[in-house]
């Protein structure tokens, strides 16, 4: 599905599709923008090639798995980014890649799912934004990166809960749900940390097109680096967080086991004398004095109980009980 919105010369904004495409390359004081949706990507491609867009950038756009990235040609930048479509507390995330094609007056926006910085955007255009297509391709990549933040910031009470839980009941369970998060946060550092990329390379190294369209496309573009790197440092601290909360358990649960083998150890100590004992007089030879002994037998009891409560208390000095 193909739709654009137009802003005439006169300020007008008028909603169509591809037909109003011709309309604005024959005024040259008006601006476009253009939201495709699923379309036939051979469709897609004819279009963006009539638009005056890079072939290798159309195929970068094209990719369904191409990571975020952005490039600036001679007539127009390319902003590759991934929205979120869905995610719950367990950050399962069901992420969205969208391209923006920011031209000198038009900006061309893809993505193959119903994207909320996109919708937000179409539904409550304004003429300033309109007149200025890297600020609006700003503004939609910072509603985008605002939908992590809520994501980041919704685990905060989630990471701060399994704290808890490793400190009063560790179980497997729960480790198996560490790993589980440390595994999608390892996911979602990689993507925050190249839209972190991204916003750093529109910041210090702001397209000439930004520039011409708006002197304070600065700000947003300031803005926008913020969220991403706090997305990104909150995503790196979570991710970390986990992975001492695994490291936790695993000392908590060798500490447990080397204090079930000192008790183990301790009382293998004690008994071996006296295994020893019965096993000496358990022999039965016929020429063994002692058996002979009428007070044989409660002198070899004696001996082992003596034995057996010297050790006990030497353990117990020695704290290893």
Known sequence: MIKTLLLTQDGQMQRGGVEQIALWRDDSNSYLWIDIESEDVA????????????????????????????????????????????????????????????????????????????????????????????????????????????????????????????????????????IALKTRLRKLKRTSSYHERVAISLLHETPDVFVQQSPDVGHALQDLFDRCERVNSLTAMYYEICGDLIEGYLSLSSHALN?????????????????????????????????????????????????GVSLLLLFRKLRWL
């Not at 991934?82 to 923006?100: K, Y």
């Not at 008994?271 to 037998?297: C, H, K, Q, S």
């Open 43 to 178: 469709d897609e491609k004819q279009l963006l090639l009539d638009q005056g867009c890079h072939p290798l950038a159309i195929d970068d756009a094209q990719r369904k798995r191409h990571p975020p990235k952005t490039e600036i040609f001679d007539n127009h930048v390319l902003i590759l980014y991934h929205g979120i479509t869905g995610f719950d507390e367990d950050l399962n995330v069901e992420q969205l890649p969208i391209a923006l094609f920011v031209e000198p007056r038009c900006l061309i926006s893809i993505h193959q799912k119903d994207s909320a910085g996109i919708d937000t955007n179409w539904d409550n255009p304004t003429v300033e934004l309109l007149r200025e297509p890297g600020l609006l391709a700003a503004r939609i990549m910072h509603y985008s990166i605002g939908r992590y933040l809520e994501l980041v910031l919704t685990f905060e009470e989630r990471i701060n809960d399994l704290e808890d839980m490793m400190q009063e009941r560790p179980n497997d369970e729960l480790m198996r749900t560490l």
């Open 259 to 307: 204090n079930t083998m000192r008790v183990l150890t301790v009382i293998t100590a004690i008994f071996v004398p006296l295994t020893f004992i019965a096993g000496v007089y358990g022999m039965n030879f016929v020429y063994m004095p002692e058996l002979n002994f009428r007070y044989g037998y409660f002198v070899a009891v004696g001996s082992m109980a003596i034995i």
